[in-house]
């Protein structure tokens, strides 16, 4: 579990290393066939240039250049330009591509492409220069991603991370579960990544964002962790964390246990109600701390039941009469996946002394194995415990069972 972010980071590393393996080798080949035209206008570009400076001169016949010469207006080593003096020029001025005169508007469009091929060269460079400098960005990104991720997490950060966990589940949330963080200030905590699996146990939601806050409404007991600036990644897909950020919300917690243990991250807000509302409540309900004692004994008397499915007691709200009352069950194959639950009004660690089995009773409420639901009537639905007898599970209940 503690190493999988560091291979998901070199993963992401080496993908970048691809890319831009594949996109230099691209622009590369953009960039050469640019070159192989911006040759080839300079060639033609060269080559008119060349007949345009030949035929620069008027053909004159023989007389005419006697003539001039005499005159002392042409040198006597020079020739006409229509006359070949040897085999080679005989050859040359019957070349069809040193021939003749120049088109101006040929030669105006020749330097037009040229100029053209030219600029279209110097957008393809900078394009790719800015494409490797991006590539270049992700890939320093993803590196410093990937040592971050290999880091240890500060002492105080840990502690901070494992008490959020304890008091979550003192009250019956277990799903949320936090992997790491960098660093914790007055915002909140940084760097965070967190777990969350589905009901069904089946499916992952694997949340990263650069700050998380928690927020305590002490009015109505609702605790609600926001994350902001990250991804969140659910069957397959990943989101964008919505900019006023993500909330996971906590309903009907003990505020003062959060702000008591975690007061350097919950932030509170309101006021807690009056003791005349508190006295309003059941007084079948139990405080956080007797909670947490019978979630404990229930854990180790079903943890060392021999049953098909590791089966856990979640929540708990009251007692009454030997009764713990809206009780929730989670039931775990050797995977740890979620096969079963269960969310019942009463339920009792019951025995038969005679028999000597030990059950749980469970009345009123909802049974759910896989995707089948049923009815838990008044009467009672017991679940067997085998590998446990009736004396050791008195004493580990400290005697609150009912007998058959």
Same mark, same amino acid.
């Given at each position: 579990?503690?190493?999988w972010?560091?291979?998901?980071?070199?993963v992401?590393?080496?993908?970048s290393?691809?890319?831009?393996?594949?996109?230099?080798?691209?622009?590369?080949?953009?960039?050469?066939d640019?070159?192989?035209?911006?040759?080839?206008?300079?060639?033609?570009?060269?080559?008119?240039?060349?007949?345009?400076?030949?035929?620069?001169?008027?053909?004159?016949?023989?007389?005419?250049?006697?003539k001039?010469? =005499? #005159?002392?207006q @042409?040198?006597?080593?020079?020739?006409? +330009?229509?006359?070949?003096?040897s %085999?080679s /020029?005989?050859? !040359?001025?019957?070349d069809?591509?040193?021939?003749?005169?120049?088109?101006?508007?040929?030669?105006?469009?020749?330097?037009?492409?040229?100029h053209?091929?030219?600029?279209?060269l110097?957008?393809?460079?900078?394009?790719?220069?800015?494409?490797?400098?991006?590539?270049?960005?992700?890939?320093?990104?993803?590196?410093?991603?990937?040592?971050?991720?290999?880091?240890?997490?500060?002492?105080?950060?840990?502690?901070c991370?494992?008490t959020?966990?304890?008091?979550?589940?003192s009250?019956?949330?277990?799903?949320q579960?936090?992997?790491?963080?960098?660093?914790?200030?007055?915002?909140g905590l940084?760097?965070?990544?967190?777990?969350?699996? =589905? #009901?069904?146990? @089946?499916?992952?939601t694997?949340?990263? +964002?650069?700050?998380?806050t928690? %927020?305590? /409404?002490?009015? !109505?007991?609702?605790?609600q962790?926001?994350f902001?600036?990250?991804?969140r990644?659910?069957?397959?897909?990943r989101?964008?964390?919505?900019?006023?950020?993500?909330?996971?919300?906590?309903e009907?917690?003990?505020?003062?246990?959060?702000?008591?243990?975690?007061?350097?991250?919950?932030r509170?807000?309101?006021?807690?109600?009056?003791?005349a509302?508190?006295a309003?409540?059941?007084?079948?309900?139990?405080d956080?701390?007797?909670?947490?004692?019978?979630?404990?004994?229930?854990?180790?008397?079903?943890?060392?039941?021999?049953?098909?499915?590791?089966?856990?007691?979640?929540?708990?709200?009251?007692?009454?009469?030997?009764?713990f009352?809206t009780?929730e069950?989670?039931?775990?194959?050797a995977?740890?996946?979620?096969?079963?639950?269960?969310?019942?009004d009463?339920?009792?660690v019951?025995?038969?002394?005679?028999?000597?089995?030990?059950?749980?009773?469970?009345?009123?409420?909802?049974?759910?194995?896989?995707?089948?639901?049923?009815?838990?009537?008044?009467?009672?639905?017991?679940?067997?415990?085998?590998?446990l007898?009736?004396?050791?599970?008195?004493?580990?209940?400290?005697?609150?069972?009912?007998?058959k």
């Amino acid at each position: 579990m503690n190493r999988w972010p560091a291979r998901i980071a070199l993963v992401v590393l080496s993908v970048s290393v691809v890319a831009l393996v594949l996109e230099t080798k691209r622009m590369a080949a953009e960039i050469g066939d640019a070159e192989r035209a911006a040759q080839q206008a300079n060639e033609r570009a060269l080559l008119v240039e060349k007949q345009f400076g030949e035929s620069s001169l008027p053909s004159l016949d023989r007389s005419e250049q006697a003539k001039l010469t =005499s #005159a002392g207006q @042409l040198p006597s080593g020079q020739s006409n +330009a229509a006359e070949p003096a040897s %085999a080679s /020029d005989a050859a !040359t001025s019957q070349d069809p591509k040193t021939a003749g005169p120049v088109d101006l508007d040929a030669f105006t469009r020749l330097q037009v492409d040229l100029h053209t091929t030219r600029q279209q060269l110097a957008a393809v460079t900078k394009l790719l220069e800015q494409r490797n400098a991006e590539i270049e960005q992700r890939r320093k990104v993803a590196a410093e991603g990937a040592r971050n991720s290999l880091k240890p997490m500060p002492a105080g950060v840990r502690l901070c991370l494992d008490t959020l966990h304890e008091c979550l589940r003192s009250e019956g949330y277990i799903s949320q579960r936090f992997l790491r963080a960098a660093s914790l200030d007055a915002e909140g905590l940084h760097d965070v990544e967190m777990l969350e699996p =589905s #009901a069904d146990g @089946l499916a992952v939601t694997f949340m990263t +964002a650069k700050l998380m806050t928690a %927020a305590l /409404d002490r009015g !109505t007991g609702i605790l609600q962790l926001r994350f902001f600036d990250g991804h969140r990644a659910e069957a397959g897909e990943r989101a964008v964390l919505p900019k006023d950020g993500f909330a996971i919300t906590f309903e009907e917690v003990e505020g003062p246990l959060f702000e008591g243990r975690l007061p350097y991250l919950v932030r509170g807000n309101g006021a807690y109600p009056m003791p005349a509302i508190e006295a309003g409540r059941p007084a079948t309900d139990v405080d956080p701390g007797t909670r947490r004692q019978w979630l404990t004994r229930l854990g180790y008397l079903l943890g060392k039941a021999k049953t098909k499915e590791s089966w856990r007691v979640t929540r708990i709200k009251g007692m009454s009469d030997g009764y713990f009352l809206t009780v929730e069950l989670i039931g775990t194959d050797a995977n740890n996946l979620v096969m079963s639950s269960a969310h019942c009004d009463q339920l009792a660690v019951e025995i038969d002394e005679r028999g000597g089995v030990v059950s749980l009773l469970l009345r009123g409420g909802v049974l759910r194995r896989g995707r089948l639901e049923s009815t838990i009537t008044g009467e009672g639905y017991r679940m067997l415990l085998p590998g446990l007898t009736p004396k050791e599970t008195i004493d580990a209940m400290l005697g609150m069972v009912v007998k058959k």
